[in-house]
T-cell receptor, first 110, second 117 residues
Framework: GIQVEQSPPDLILQEGANSTLRCNFSDSVNNLQWFHQNPWGQLINLFYIPSGTKQNGRLSATTVATERYSLLYISSSQTTDSGVYFCAGSTWDSSYKLIFGSGTRLLVRP | DAMVIQNPRYQVTQFGKPVTLSCSQTLNHNVMYWYQQKSSQAPKLLFHYYDKDFNNEADTPDNFQSRRPNTSFCFLDIRSPGLGDAAMYLC????????????????FGPGTRLLVL
């Protein structure tokens, strides 16, 4: 199965700073999602982005499928952005199984 | 709003005492998933239902079972919980088209945190 690597594993920001989170895949994926897990444990969909670029407010994501990576950009970070960010992907032969990276733990300080 | 609902949000059980977690969805999605997430780890898929077809992951212990009586509901049964089964259990749904591979966003419920005493 595919391997998913996320970097950095931990990130501490001052409120208002920008950041870029990276996700690398060992194989081509046809389903790629970014999630934010809040302190209460709920996984919240941020983007479904197997390719291209999307933006939603202060967040944007870019996936370069041919080079097997995806980036999540957080601009003007807020304390409510704290939590764990996961990327996850699946392939044609993975039978709908989302493979998660190990996550990036983000702490935004006021 | 269409959503994925999990009950209870917190569940305390005793070692070896069977427990059932429930998940319901108003999205009318045909695929439902159960994930286990232990502290500081990524979610790990236990099994999923594609319509009525049950698909078990190879490394899911026999202690874990699931039922899907209809499109909207799915249950996770832990027959004899051990201390190692304490975790967050996440239910997710997606809409997929058979033969076209995984294509759609998975939507997650809020999770049930299980504590085993």
């Amino acid at each position: 199965g595919i391997q998913v690597e996320q970097s950095p594993p931990d990130l501490i920001l001052q409120e208002g700073a920008n950041s870029t989170l990276r996700c690398n895949f060992s194989d081509s994926v046809n389903n790629l999602q970014w999630f934010h897990q809040n302190p209460w444990g709920q996984l919240i969909n941020l983007f479904y982005i197997p390719s291209g670029t999307k933006q939603n407010g202060r967040l944007s994501a870019t996936t370069v499928a041919t080079e097997r990576y995806s980036l999540l950009y957080i601009s003007s970070s807020q304390t409510t952005d704290s939590g764990v960010y996961f990327c996850a992907g699946s392939t044609w032969d993975s039978s709908y199984k989302l493979i998660f990276g190990s996550g990036t733990r983000l702490l935004v300080r006021p | 709003d269409a959503m994925v609902i999990q009950n209870p949000r917190y569940q305390v059980t005793q070692f070896g005492k069977p427990v059932t977690l429930s998940c319901s969805q108003t999205l009318n999605h045909n695929v439902m998933y159960w994930y286990q997430q232990k502290s500081s780890q990524a979610p790990k898929l236990l099994f999923h239902y594609y319509d009525k077809d049950f698909n078990n992951e190879a490394d899911t212990p026999d202690n874990f079972q699931s039922r899907r009586p209809n499109t909207s509901f799915c249950f996770l049964d832990i027959r004899s919980p051990g201390l190692g089964d304490a975790a967050m259990y996440l239910c997710a749904t997606s809409r997929e088209r058979r033969g076209q591979g995984p294509q759609e966003t998975q939507y997650f419920g809020p999770g049930t945190r299980l504590l085993v005493l």
